[in-house]
Nanobody, 122 residues
């Protein structure tokens, strides 16, 4: 299974970015997906998750600003990020759900992408 994240970059506060994660090597529609992020010196934290049936969950810090979605025809999951803040600066990782563990926990995911850098300037 391979996950390829893209779409990161440098944006001013209040701006928007859309991250993409292309997945290969598994029956994409059967698996939940998630986004996590890791800022310098901090632990990797949950951002958003989506089930195979497209139910979603979000961290409180991004609720109302970020939207996770999926396109099963393209084997791709997206993270639309609006109203970005400097504290959103981090490396963002996509991950594929395992069959156990919580959607908000690192242990709830079996496969990880390589990460894409998001930098929000003030």
């Amino acid at each position: 299974v391979q996950l390829q994240a893209s779409g990161g970059g440098l944006v001013q506060a209040g701006g928007s970015l859309r991250l993409s994660c292309a997945v290969s090597g598994q029956t994409f529609r059967s698996y939940g997906m998630g986004w996590f992020r890791q800022a310098p010196g901090k632990e990797r934290e949950f951002v958003a998750a989506i089930t195979g049936g497209s139910s979603t969950n979000y961290a409180d810090s991004v609720k109302g600003r970020f939207t996770i979605s999926r396109d099963n025809a393209k084997n791709t999951v997206y993270l639309q990020m609006n109203s970005l803040k400097p504290e959103d600066t981090a490396v963002y990782y996509c991950a594929s759900r395992s069959w156990s563990g919580s959607y908000s926990s690192l242990t709830g995911y079996s496969y990880w992408g390589q990460g894409t850098q998001v930098t929000v300037s003030s």
